[in-house]
Structure formats: structure tokens, C-alpha cells
């Protein structure tokens, strides 16, 4: 006879799960007994974080849900912060949790948490599973819900005395596609109208535009129409950066190069918008009108408010406005004079030859190396802002970045993801000095696993962003910086290689060699965090003046 966890790992197999990732607990043992049985991999992590960061960056680059598994009361809320990086970023994820026996209760009040609870302001589900017969439906409606738009995460707890009873066989429920409807005839002519009539519009493709199945349609759109486009810093890559429709990433929210094109547009649609996004444009009074292309509606904010919504399957949606649209737009190309100038301006200086190096020089120097189809997973600190605005993507989710939650930690777990899922691509993390040692108990992991991955930190021995941050806002340079580890040994010491960079021409060199090495390989490179103050503040506030009145 099944037992609870035999239900539940056939329900897992029924969806196809082939990975899950995570720390088994006492309360978990016969679920790890079921999956050894299984042809789902257990893949250990050393942190029960990081084992939700990779699952949620499976779902966010499959399109189905990554699974994890944690024991009880504290593994389940080490699971937190990885909830909140699905939930706002729109990955889904199924978590499955331990807990103490439900009929029985023989340890009293030991390590038992309402974790059911504490989940439901981060999952768009969390339920515990009380009964056998119900395994194989409810773990079915977990996987709908978790990638239904907009996805995110889920979590089912499976009680120890639920997991190890005896149950009934049960059939379980089949899968099957499901389609997104396509957007109605009347928001279509509506949408239509409006870029026909605009006379500087813009195209802006937002994080939804990342989805998996978004991207064909975003490329024939962009393509048809002509119109040029900016992006999101989630949005980086949804439709070719090299071609020559590209104007820029917003990774401010004002008075960036970008921006000189964004105010003089009279239209902007935008394309998977999602406001979980720190704003890449303030929309005011006086401002452009927007159009919400996605496949949900809009969230009104008080940044963000568009006057017309295309709602429904963005790529097939898209074709349909396309096929109104196609070569009926004489302004299509109003705002492409801008374009050589802000790109000149953003690439500015950077392959100057300092050292400790620059930010930017960092960005062109691992562009040179990355090709076209490989990946950078970006952990949080200063130089997202330079990677975002200043690293040319031409593939969709060949940066990973996560500009809804922010948090530190996910870089390595999620490049570790990648590295497994794309093992014939170059992947590497890009972390700071502090956002790296969040995880970086994972180079075991990654180490035992054979990944081959690189991973890049930037050492300025501070939490530089904060500390730019507390500069600019004119306090005194207080509280925010920190020792290091000997990151070389610190490689060695977890069977990893590591190697420092010493000159400015010797970034690449060290990459490429690393690469060219396999297996996991630390680099580490000084950076020069004053070009935050120089390019970012003072550049900026000099040279690029709000458009008071769009010139007509
Ligand atoms: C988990 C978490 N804690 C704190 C923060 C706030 N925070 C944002 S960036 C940053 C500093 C990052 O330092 P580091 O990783 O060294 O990158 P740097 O900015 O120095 O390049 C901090 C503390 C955060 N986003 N996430
Ligand atoms: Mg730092």
C-alpha cells in the first residue's frame, strides 16, 4: 500500500518535476524516502534560502513551477525571504514543508510554528494537507495556481503522520495545456488608434515581457512596427538589445540618458509592465500617455496609471495590434535621432584604464567575454545599476536580476540554477563582497554538483550601495564597511579555484581562464565605487534637464 509521501511524490512526477531542492528535517524522512525511490533528484542546498532562490529561478526560467523542501518551524521560515523573491517577482515555486504529526501530538509545543500562516501574505496559496485522499488534487491546484498569471509561489505542508499513513491508490488528475486568451477586439482598436495618431511614441518592455513564452511576439512586434524601444531592467533582453530600435535601460526612475527619450514621447506602450518594478519612468499630469500591454491588468499607482489596457496572451495579443498597426506609422521613428546619443553617452569611458577598475569598465569587460547566449545572475548591490544600464543583452533572461524584491543572497544560488539548466552556456554570478557571503556556503553545493560556473565579486569591502546612498544624501561616511576573507583560499578551501585581478587589463584574462578552466571558479576584482558619485549624480543632474514641454 502507498503511503501519504508516495501519493505526493507520484503527484510531483505527474507534473513533471525532476529536481527538488532543499534540507530534509526528521518530520520530512518519509518523503525522502519516497523521492529515493523516485525519478526525482534530491539536490541538498546548505541553506534552506538558497534552496528556494534556485527553485524559484527554475520556474522563472521554464515557465513551470521549481520545488523545494524544508522540515518544520525553522528550515520553513529560512524559506521566507525566497517566498517574497517569487511572489514579487512573479516565479513560480512550490514549497513543501514538515510538520509535527496532526492526529497525535506526543512532542507538545516542540518547534511547532503556524507556518501556513505565517505564508499567506507571501505565496498566493498556502494550505496543509490534512487528509491522503486529497494529495493528488491539491498538489495539482498548487502547480496551477503557482504559474497561473501572474505566477509565484505556493506552499503545501505535509504534516509527518499525514506523510508516513498508509493510503488508498489514487488515480491522479491529468495535466493539460491550458491557454491565455488573447486580448479583446475592442481594446485592440482602441490601442491602435492611439499609437496611430502618437506622434513620438516609444515602445517599453517590462519584467512580464521575460516570461518564457512572451518573447517570439515582443520580437515580431518590435520588428513590424519600428517603433523603438526601452526596457525595464527585468525586461532586459525581450527583444534583440542589438538591434537598432534599442534605446536604453531605465535603471533610474528619472534624469538618466534614457530619460531624454522617455520625456519627449508622446506615447509609451508598455509592454509586461509590472510596478513591482522600482518605476522606470514617473508618469505625471503632463506626462506621455501609456498603454498596458500584459496579461494582467494594470496596478494602478500613483506612478503609474495608463489610459488604455490590451490585456490578455502578450505575444498573440501583440500580433493582432501589429497586423492593425503595420506600416500605417509615419512618426513610427520619431524619437531614433536620440539614439546614438544616449548610447554614446552611457558607454562614456568605459574601457578607461584605472585600477581598482570601474564599473563600467567591469561591464564591458565581461560583456567581452559572456557570449550572446550567456547568462549573468546578478546578486544586489551598486553595480546592478551599471549592469543594467550599461550591459547590452540580445536573449531574453541572459541577465538575471531582481529589481522587485532586491534582495542580497540570490545571486549564486540562482546562477547556480542556470549553470544546471543551461550546462552548455557560460554562466557566472556577479556578486558584491557582501551579497556573496549571504550564500556563499552554496560553493559546496555548486562544487558538488560539478556545475561549471563562474563567479565574480567585487570587492570594495563595504555595502556600497548604502554607503553611495549615505554620501549622496550628504552623512558622514559611518557604519558600512566591513573585512573580507582571503577569497582565493576561501575558494581553495571548498575545492573551488579562485584568482585575483591585480591590473585593469587583467580582468579579462582571468575570466576567460576561468571559463576556459571549467568547474567553479571565485574571481575576484577591486572596484572603484567613485564613478557612483561622478556619473551617477553629479553627470546627471549636469546634463540631463527634465523636459518641461514636450517639443512638438
Ligand atoms: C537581504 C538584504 N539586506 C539588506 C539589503 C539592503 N542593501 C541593498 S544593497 C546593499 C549593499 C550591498 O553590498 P555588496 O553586496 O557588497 O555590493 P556593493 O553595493 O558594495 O557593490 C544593502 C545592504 C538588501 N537589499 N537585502
Ligand atoms: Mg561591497
Redesign the pocket.
Known sequence: MPKGSDLMVAALENEGVDRIFGVPGEENLDMVESLRNSSIKLVLTRHEQSAAFMAATYGRLTGKPGVCLTTLGPGALNLT?GAAYALLGAMPMVMITGQKGIMKSRQAGFQIVDVVTAFKPLTKMARQIVSTATIPTLVRDAFRIAMEERPGPVLLELPEDIAGEEAEAIAMVPVHPIEIPVAHRASLDRAADMIMKAKRPLIMLGAAASRPRSTAGINGFVRRTKIPFFTTQMGKGTAAGGSNLYMGTAALSERDYVHEAVDRADLIIAVGHDTIEKPPFIMGPKGPQVIHVSYTPATVEQVYFPQCEVVGDVGPSLELLADRIEARLPNAGALLPLREGILRSISDRNTENRFPLTPQRIVHDVRQVIPEDGIIAL?????KIWFARNYRTYVANTVLLDNAL????AGLPSAMMAAILYPQRRVMAV??????M?NSQEMETAVRLKLNLVILI?E?S???????KQAVDEFPDFGLTFGNPDFVKYADSYGAKGSRVTTADGLIPALEAAFKGGGVHLVVVP?D?SENIRVLVDELRAKVKPVAEPAE
Request: net charge negative; with cysteine.
Open positions: 525571504t546578486d544586489n548591490g551598486m553595480y532586491a534582495t542580497m543572497g556578486c558584491g563582497d557582501g551579497g556573496f549571504m567585487l570594495d563595504a555595502y556600497g550601495m548604502i554607503r553611495w572596484v565605487y
